[in-house]
């Protein structure tokens, strides 16, 4: 059974930073995309960062110059350092990996979700 688990949300004031933390754990053959996806109320999901296994990022217009996302493949963890944050990145972000976890079957698989809230 794969599992990712988040953690690193929390309330922070405009202008500050956090950093999300995910790890798959579980029977892993290999890992391809990781991600971060945020959904904020009364809006659709949306892809905030991905990056590729051998370390291509890709960011959301709204988001690049001030967040960055990074990964160990060795520990199976992806890590979206969020700074300048702004009220408008209030959201529930969800942590993504694209993974093989029986042999010949690649699937996605979705975190719990964490909190961020952006407010003074």
């Known amino acids: 059974q794969v599992q990712l688990v988040e953690s690193g949300g929390g309330l922070v004031q405009p202008g500050g930073s956090l950093r999300l933390s995910c790890a798959a754990s579980?029977?892993?053959?290999?890992?391809?995309?990781m991600g971060w996806y945020r959904q904020a109320p009364g809006k659709q999901r949306e892809l905030v960062a991905s990056?590729?296994?051998?370390?291509?990022?890709n960011y959301a217009d709204s988001v690049k110059g001030r967040f960055t996302i990074s990964r160990d493949n060795a520990k199976n963890t992806v890590l979206l350092q969020m700074n300048s944050l702004k009220p408008e990145d209030t959201a529930v972000y969800s942590c993504?990996?694209?993974?093989?976890?029986?042999?010949?079957?690649?699937?996605?698989?979705w975190g719990q979700g964490t909190q961020v809230t952006v407010s003074s």
């Open positions: 990056i590729t296994s051998g370390g291509r990022t």
């Open positions: 579980g029977i892993i053959f290999g890992i391809n995309d």
């Open positions: 993504n990996a694209v993974l093989t976890s029986t042999p010949g079957k690649r699937r996605d698989y």
